[in-house]
């Protein structure tokens, strides 16, 4: 059960930027869709630290902490965003598969030199190897469209690639991200409590930029299906998940737990179209690709 609920946590984050990207068509943008995202998994966040029992941010004992520290929110921000900009241009796969790759090739220069105040890990031969799959496995998945998705593609494949690059590039910020959450929950010792804060952060931010920096944005509607206000529940769900499961499996096989399901989820949106997803081919070539990535990975974090 507790793979299964690993497994489930990452497969539910494509549907959740499915759904947002539902919600920026309604609020006009990305920011206003990552913003109501944040919002409504702030709520759910605070709600769930009272019933564990860990309360609202001690502020107090944050003070003196570094800067960086609190930015974790930043980061998620702009993963949240980018995803919802790639989405429309990539597809789920893509928009999973290239974040990814930034995210995992910066995770072990993280662990490598010890960034963030983490424990160093040594580079052995076993991590190069997992990466080297890992970036195959990219080339694999991004050169596997059928001919088909080739043909109606509007967008020339130079478009294309700057939009991976980009993906690759944000997607550094999700290990980021994971880096500073880790430390400042070891220091509150709450999980919870972090993600909280990067809620909060990240809410903030949003709030003021939607405030004074899009004022000639198109006006906001809320007229759509009811779904495409639940994705910040999702999100929370995802984090109530790895907490539990972070103390029970240990992180390496939460991670690849993870990665499972968002692989097969971003697949699976992609081969249905649900919630309003466009439709695009699941070829043989992108899930041999998806596989040689989880096989990188499981060498990366494991071995």
């Known amino acids: 059960m507790s793979f299964l609920f690993g497994i489930l946590a990452g497969f539910v984050m494509p549907l959740q930027t499915s759904i947002n990207t ?32 860990d309360g609202l941010i001690p502020f107090r004992k944050l003070a003196g902490q570094p800067v960086w520290m609190f930015l974790g929110g930043f980061c998620g921000v702009t993963v949240l965003t980018g995803n919802l900009l790639l989405f429309p241009i990539l597809g789920a796969t893509q ?7 930034g995210q995992i090739v910066m995770g072990i220069l993280i662990d490598t030199f010890g960034w963030f105040r983490g424990d160093v ?4 031969l076993w991590r190069v190897l997992g990466a080297a799959l890992v970036f195959a496995g990219v080339v694999l998945v991004a050169l596997g469209g059928s001919s088909e998705e080739k043909a109606d593609e509007t967008r020339t494949q130079s478009q294309l690639w700057a939009a991976r690059l980009f993906g690759v590039s944000f997607g550094t910020l999700g290990a980021v991200q994971t880096a500073i959450n880790g430390q400042l929950g070891a220091f509150l010792d709450s999980p919870v409590q972090s993600s909280m804060m990067n809620f909060l952060v990240g809410t903030l931010a949003l709030g003021l930029l939607c405030l004074f920096g899009h004022r000639k944005a198109p006006k906001p509607s809320a007229k759509g299906p009811w779904w495409m206000w639940v994705g910040g529940f999702l999100g929370g769900g995802f984090v109530m998940f790895n907490v539990y499961l ?7 096989l939460t991670v690849i737990l993870n990665l499972i399901g968002l692989t097969a989820g971003g697949m699976f949106v992609d081969k249905t179209g649900v919630l309003e997803s466009p439709k695009k081919p699941v070829t043989l070539q992108r899930v041999l690709g998806v596989l040689v990535m989880l096989g990188g990975a499981a060498m990366i974090r494991l071995l």
């Open 22 to 53: 539902r919600l920026r068509r309604s609020l006009g943008t990305p920011f206003r869709a990552s913003g109501v995202n944040f919002f409504v998994g702030l709520c759910f966040l605070i709600v769930l630290s009272f019933i564990l029992g």
């Open 95 to 101: 928009t999973i598969v290239f974040p990814l790759f």
């Open 121 to 124: 890990v040594p580079l052995t």
């Open 246 to 252: 972070q103390h029970l499996l240990g992180t390496g």
